[in-house]
């Protein structure tokens, strides 16, 4: 019996021991310590860090202007960019899950930006807003083309909106998808014989049945927009006037630019907390809409 | 009859409208690819029309200044060696969990759950400093601790899901036949977890592969740049330089376009897969 007990400790220690050893130190300890910083001086350098109390906190909430920018920034972005790429990402499933002869090759095309990283396609926009867009622009006479788009505060808010929703609406694309290939064939057609129109049965059938699927797609869309940092740093560094500076970061310059890690950790805290709260909130109330086919 | 005809009409207008939109996603790609090949006064003149003359001069230039082979020969090692080692440690941990249902097991369940919800920038500061004690720093094995332990939550969540539905008798027969726990992981469960193998890797190689943050905070040296660290280097030095700058992007994503292309079915499968288990 005692032998026993001793193997099944060498198995639970070699089978779950490495992945507890990697999740301790690289997630739990620097959580715990960001907690602590959060509450000193640190300023990433020196040996001496010195209890400040709530002192972080306050400077942050009550004299930040910048991290409050970065906050609008970041919220306001995550509102649209998660309505239109749920919206688009929706639509190019429900089309694609018609009988269209292209429909394989469409989803190829539609899925494809979501493969390259963030870094890179802020660069390869970076090219299309101030070269491309301008040539399409003086070749059609469009003014919208001929715009300033990374220039002014209010065209690189949608530069970004369009370059996150051009890159992650096939991603969600593809997660409609396979809900909608699950609604059962035989209530659409209960419903078209019985002579719901094709909006009806959208909103009164096919969206209800898919509520699982939109909240996965809402909890990805919202953490990867509140995340953001690498699209913007690469296609507007933050600019123009840190205007599309995201919470990410201000985080980041906070510790790495102006080296006051002890701030820097305290808007982490804060970082954390309210996407924690947000995407719980969301799960909770996507979840209550769920029904069962 | 009319009905079908109807029909048809429809599904071509939403055909050829979505063809349209397809269209339009790859009109970025367009502008990358040929603007690549232009001379760069060519470029400043025309960056929409088709090049004057194919300058491949563009390419062995930016070539030479990324150090695309060394870049390329860094990403691939991080991303594979990351890859193994966190479906190895994520299956085993997962498998283990689900069979032997202790209170710990529960409890570190719920803890790798709620680290998923962690954003990685709410503890990479402390985590330089973690990482420097620990000397980490500056070296691809250091990275690729971090990434075990990023990645561990979720994959570890996703194999859980999985393990569930493998049908313990299949064990039993092979503890039957002589196995003992290690020889039944290894040589029976590990086998039938393949798929979710497939789908946890596609999904981690994804995100090593195009991370930009994590690597940026870890190697200072420039020998051990990855893809996007040496992107980034690159036009930190030669901005406007689009006659340089883009052939260098269309290096940086043909990998994992290639990677794209030849794994889609699985790629799409995983996504699927992880999102439902999400």
Request: net charge positive; aromatic share 16%; glycine share 6%.
């Amino acid at each position: 019996m005692n032998r026993k007990k001793t193997s099944q400790m060498a198995q639970q220690i070699v089978f779950v021991g490495p992945a507890i050893l990697f999740f301790i130190l690289i997630i739990v300890v620097p959580f715990l310590l960001g907690l602590y910083y959060s509450f000193t001086n640190w300023n990433g350098v020196s040996g001496e860090v010195s209890w400040v109390g709530f002192d972080n906190y306050k400077q942050i909430f009550m004299h930040d202007s910048t991290f409050r920018d970065s906050f609008w920034f970041t919220a306001k972005f995550t509102v649209l960019g998660v309505v239109l790429t749920n919206v688009l990402g929706f639509f190019l499933a429900y089309f694609l899950t018609k009988p269209l002869k292209t429909r394989n090759f469409l989803r190829t095309i539609f899925f494809m930006p979501n493969v390259i990283g963030g870094l890179l396609l802020g660069f390869i926009w970076q090219f299309i807003f101030v070269k491309g867009f301008s040539a399409i622009g003086s070749a059609t006479g469009l003014s919208f083309f001929n715009l300033p788009w990374l220039g002014t505060e209010n065209t690189a808010f949608w530069a970004i909106i369009i370059v996150f929703v051009w890159q992650t609406a096939g991603y969600l694309m593809v997660i409609y998808i396979s809900s909608l290939n699950n609604v059962p064939k035989d209530i659409l057609e209960a419903a078209e014989i019985d002579g719901a129109s094709r909006l009806q049965v959208l909103r009164t059938i096919i969206i209800p049945l898919i509520m699982p699927a939109a909240t996965v797609c809402l909890f990805l869309a919202i953490s990867w927009s509140f995340k953001m940092f690498d699209l913007n740093l690469s296609l507007t560094k933050g600019g123009p006037f840190g205007s599309t500076e995201s919470v990410a970061m201000n985080i980041y310059n906070e510790a790495f630019s102006k080296n006051r890690y002890g701030l820097g950790t305290a808007k982490a805290i804060i970082f954390f907390v309210i996407v924690a709260v947000i995407t719980s909130l969301q799960v909770k109330f996507t979840k209550s809409k769920e029904v069962e086919a | 009859m009319d009905v079908t005809k109807n029909y048809r009409a429809g599904t071509i207008i939403t055909e050829v409208i979505m063809l349209l939109v397809g269209l339009l996603f790859l009109v970025p790609f367009y502008f990358l690819f040929v603007n690549s090949v232009k001379s760069f006064g060519d470029l400043l003149t025309s960056a929409a029309s088709l090049p004057k003359s194919i300058e491949w001069g563009n390419y062995a230039r930016a070539f030479e200044i990324t150090r695309f082979p060394e870049a390329f020969l860094n990403s691939a090692v991080i991303t594979i060696a990351s890859n193994v080692l966190l479906v190895l440690i994520s299956a085993m941990a997962a498998y283990k969990m689900v069979r032997r249902d202790s209170k710990f097991n529960r409890v570190l369940f719920v803890l790798f759950v709620a680290a998923m919800v962690v954003p990685f920038q709410s503890i990479m500061i402390p985590l330089v400093k973690v990482t420097s004690t620990l000397g980490l720093m500056n070296s691809i094995p250091g990275l690729i601790v971090c990434y075990l332990g990023f990645g561990v939550p979720m994959s570890v969540f996703l194999f859980h899901g999985f393990v569930k539905s493998i049908p313990l008798e299949i064990e039993e027969a092979a503890t039957v036949d002589g196995s003992n726990a290690y020889g039944v992981f290894f040589r029976v469960v590990l086998p039938l977890m393949k798929p979710m193998l497939v789908t946890v890797f596609i999904l981690n190689t994804l995100w090593i592969w195009n991370d930009y943050l994590l690597p940026s905070l870890m190697l200072q040296s420039q020998d051990l740049r990855t893809i996007p660290i040496a992107t980034f280097a690159f036009f930190g030095q030669y901005t406007k330089q689009w006659d340089l700058a883009l052939p260098a992007l269309v290096m940086g994503i043909l990998p994992v376009i290639v990677f794209f292309l030849s794994m889609q079915k699985y790629i799409i499968e995983g996504i699927t897969a992880g999102a439902v288990k999400g």
